[in-house]
T-cell receptor
Framework: DQQVKQNSPSLSVQEGRISILNCDYT??????FLWYKKYPAEGPTFLIS?????DKNEDGRFTVFLNKSAKHLSLHIVPSQPGDSAVYFC???????????FGAGTRLFVKA | EADIYQTPRYLVIGTGKKITLECSQT?????MYWYQQDPGMELHLIHY???????EKGDLSSESTVSRIRTEHFPLTLESARPSHTSQYLC???????????FGDGTRLSIL
């Protein structure tokens, strides 16, 4: 039972354009959401997060949007750079819970 | 920059061998985790620990065992490796609350 779904295994974007990575979740108890970035042969690194009391959080080129009614979040990268090419994992948890549930990841290719 | 280390990075070994995957962190984090990940799939939690002498099984059933005798050290052991154990194993740690997890670079395990 996949509680966090990333339905696009891969995404290809031209350098300088916007990258939009999507994530859906099923558990309404989730109230904290995170995005991690993973390069080959390295572990995931934390990128940005959002609490369910917000609908947007921005950090430089990265913005995460949360739509609680649709149980959907998205990560926007503007402008995209070749160094952004990596696998992006969406993750969710409920505050006070111990477990973080991860999606299967979306591989982003940014073409120069 | 996260200070969490996993050894070995790669291991190819025959069936029936006993294996210990090492994980150490220097951040003083109470919580530590082991995840198993196959290519293109989600990270599945197999073990976690709240602190010293605390270990719990995760969502994905695993024949491995863990121990937490010291805060900084969270090794994972397979008593008798089988080809079905072939996977990537990621260790992570976190502090309290909603702080994100810091991941090691993983151990890629292949059982022949």
């Amino acid at each position: 039972d996949q509680q966090v779904k990333q339905n696009s295994p891969s995404l290809s974007v031209q350098e300088g354009r916007i990258s939009i990575l999507n994530c859906d979740y099923t558990n309404s108890m989730f109230d904290y959401f995170l995005w991690y970035k993973k390069y080959p042969a390295e572990g995931p690194t934390f990128l940005i997060s959002i609490s369910s009391i917000k609908d947007k959080n921005e950090d430089g080129r990265f913005t995460v949007f949360l739509n609680k009614s649709a149980k959907h979040l998205s990560l926007h990268i503007v402008p995209s750079q070749p160094g952004d090419s990596a696998v992006y994992f969406c993750a969710a948890r409920n505050t006070g819970g111990f477990k973080t549930i991860f999606g299967a990841g979306t591989r982003l290719f940014v073409k120069a | 920059e996260a200070d969490i280390y996993q050894t070995p990075r790669y291991l190819v070994i025959g069936t029936g061998k006993k294996i210990t995957l090492e994980c150490s962190q220097t951040m003083g984090h109470d919580k530590m985790y082991w995840y198993q990940q196959d290519p293109g799939m989600e990270l599945h939690l197999i073990h976690y620990s709240y602190g010293v002498n605390s270990t719990e099984k995760g969502d994905l059933s695993s024949e491995s065992t863990v121990s937490r005798i010291r805060t900084e050290h969270f090794p994972l052991t397979l008593e008798s490796a089988r080809p079905s154990h072939t996977s990537q194993y990621l260790c992570a740690s976190s502090s309290t609350g909603n702080q994100p997890q810091h991941f090691g670079d993983g151990t890629r395990l292949s059982i022949l």
